[in-house]
Structure formats: structure tokens, C-alpha cells
């Protein structure tokens, strides 16, 4: 993140208190901030442009019925994806994908979805079922532990452990493959 990018903790804060006070306009700045960013993040878990419409809203409306909670202090940004990433997982159990570990060598084919911007984004993590991107996804680039990632699918920790290494391995064996 550059310097233009970077949040003003303060700025943000003073959003945050005018959105809680039912500032429309605050609200909306806080949104157009962060929403790019969070459909981006719903986009990698879900794999679905429809389903990653329907999680930023859930995060958004989640950040209207917490607002008065949030602490002023801290960036808007890791708790928005925190949500987000939860209401992913959410539709995830709710829709039953959850693969056994066999599956995850059970890559669909390279399809062209005609989206740059998806296939830029996704890249080879796009061929995976949606859970093995979420699980994958959330480890290695948020940095969620196993621990939370166990805790929030009711899972073990080895399953998570099992499914990044197994993703990772198949993954360098696609690259291997295409190159």
C-alpha cells in the first residue's frame, strides 16, 4: 500500500462517529472506501460475482448494526474483512460445499471465463472448489491460523494444514505443468 492509499486512522474514525450519528454521506464514504476491496476479497472465497455482491452487502449492513462498537482507534479495513470472510464461510456450510481432501487433486479445467480481472485475481487458485479457496486463500494471504480456521469451519487443524499443503503441492504441479 502506497502513501495514498494509506488510512487516516483519525479521518476514518471521524467517519465512523458521523455514519453512527446517521450521517448518510459518511456512511457512503466509508462504503465507497472499502467496498472495491471487500468484493474483492468475497470474489477470491466464493468464486461467484453474484454470491461476492450478496457478502460485501452482508459486511456492509453487519457494519451498520456494529457501528457503535467499533473501535476508533483501529483501521475500518481488517474488521470489514474479517466479516466478509465469515459470511463467506457462512454460505459455504449453508451450501454444503465442503469437499473431502481427495478433491482437492480434483481440479476443474483451466476454463476462459473471459474476465481478465478474474483470471488476473485468481489465477491457478480459481480451479480449486470453493472451500479449498477459501481455506487456502485466508491462511496464506490474510494469515488466519489454523487454529481460526479450524475454529470457524468445526474442523481440525490438521484438515486446514492438510488442505493448504495439498493445494500448495498441486498448485506448483500445475505451474510444473504449464511451463
Given amino acids: 500500500m502506497d502513501d495514498s492509499q494509506r488510512v487516516d486512522i483519525a479521518e476514518e474514525a471521524r467517519l465512523v ?14 462504503y465507497h472506501r472499502h ?7 468475497a470474489l477470491r ?21 456494529f457501528m457503535d462498537r467499533m473501535a476508533p482507534d483501529r483501521p475500518l479495513r481488517p474488521w470489514l474483512k474479517r466479516v466478509a470472510a465469515n459470511a463467506a464461510i ?13 478433491e482437492v487433486r480434483a481440479v476443474a479445467p483451466e476454463t476462459d471465463t473471459g474476465d481478465a480481472a478474474d483470471d488476473a485475481s485468481l489465477g491457478l487458485l480459481q480451479r480449486f472448489p470453493p472451500l479449498v479457496r477459501t481455506v487456502v486463500w485466508l491462511q496464506v494471504v ?37 511451463e
Avoid at 35 to 41: D, R, V
Fill in 17 to 30: 462517529r458521523r455514519a453512527r450519528w446517521g450521517d448518510r454521506r459518511a456512511f457512503e464514504t466509508l
Fill in 35 to 41: 467496498a472495491a476491496a471487500i468484493h474483492a476479497l
Fill in 45 to 65: 472465497l466464493t468464486g461467484s460475482a453474484a454470491a461476492a455482491e450478496d457478502v460485501t452487502q452482508d459486511t456492509f449492513m453487519q457494519l451498520l448494526r
Fill in 90 to 102: 457462512d454460505r459455504l456450510r449453508r451450501e454444503r460445499r465442503f469437499v473431502a481432501l481427495d
Fill in 142 to 178: 490474510e494469515g488466519w491460523t489454523h487454529r481460526e480456521l479450524a475454529s470457524r469451519f468445526g474442523r481440525s487443524e490438521s484438515w486446514s494444514k492438510s488442505i493448504v499443503a495439498r493445494t500448495l503441492a498441486r498448485m506448483r504441479d500445475m505451474i510444473e505443468v504449464d
